[in-house]
Structure formats: C-alpha cells, structure tokens
C-alpha cells in the first residue's frame, strides 16, 4: 500500500506492507521500484497519488501483474476507484453493467 501516513497504516495493522510516500515524485520512485522488484500481485494506491501518477500507472496497465488499485485517502476521495472498476468491467463484457441508467 503507498500512500499518506494517515490514509494507509490501518493496511499495516492487517498484515500489509505499508509504504508511506506524501509526495507525487516520492511515490512514483517507490512504485518504479515495487513493479521492478515483482513482490506484490496488488498494489494499493491513495487517490491523490494514483491522480498525480496516472501517465506512469497507464504505462502499466497491460502487465498482467501487478495489479494496481486505487483507495481513497483520507483527505481526498474524488471517485477515480469507482470510474477505473466502471470502465474495466465496461471493457471486459462490452457494456455499462454496473451504472447503467
């Protein structure tokens, strides 16, 4: 998990590895090496820093592993997780099944 301070040290209260990254540039370097090193299957990252990353995160999108999955912060919770999960299941069946209106 990568992320501010306050947004991911619950994740280490359950067993997950915690990186704590409050800048963009920080956090791109750590997620840089996380996808080199090829530990993680998930990557968990705050909404601000998924925002700040998202041209280096797209370079990413067509590796099968790791999957890179954005949480809201506790200062920031725009709704990028929710539109990212719309429009991966929209690609995977080919329709809007989950906010159809």
Same mark, same amino acid.
């Given at each position: 998990?990568?992320?501010?301070?306050?947004?991911?040290?619950?994740?280490?209260?359950?067993?997950?590895?915690?990186?704590?990254? %409050?800048?963009?540039?920080? $956090?791109?370097?750590? +997620?840089?090496?996380?996808? =080199? @090193?090829?530990?993680?299957?998930? #990557?968990?990252?705050? %909404?601000?820093?998924?925002? $700040?990353?998202?041209? +280096?995160?797209?370079?990413? =999108? @067509?590796?099968?592993?790791?999957? #890179?999955?954005?949480?809201?912060?506790?200062?920031?919770?725009?709704?990028?997780?929710?539109?990212?999960?719309?429009?991966?299941?929209?690609?995977?069946?080919?329709?809007?099944?989950?906010?159809?209106?």
């Amino acid at each position: 998990v990568i992320g501010d301070r306050d947004s991911v040290l619950g994740f280490r209260a359950v067993g997950f590895d915690v990186h704590f990254a %409050e800048e963009p540039q920080d $956090a791109g370097i750590l +997620l840089k090496k996380l996808v =080199r @090193d090829g530990k993680y299957a998930i #990557i968990y990252i705050t %909404e601000p820093l998924f925002t $700040a990353l998202s041209e +280096l995160i797209e370079t990413y =999108r @067509d590796l099968t592993l790791p999957a #890179i999955i954005v949480i809201p912060s506790v200062s920031e919770n725009s709704g990028v997780g929710i539109r990212r999960i719309q429009n991966s299941v929209e690609r995977a069946v080919g329709a809007d099944i989950l906010f159809k209106e």
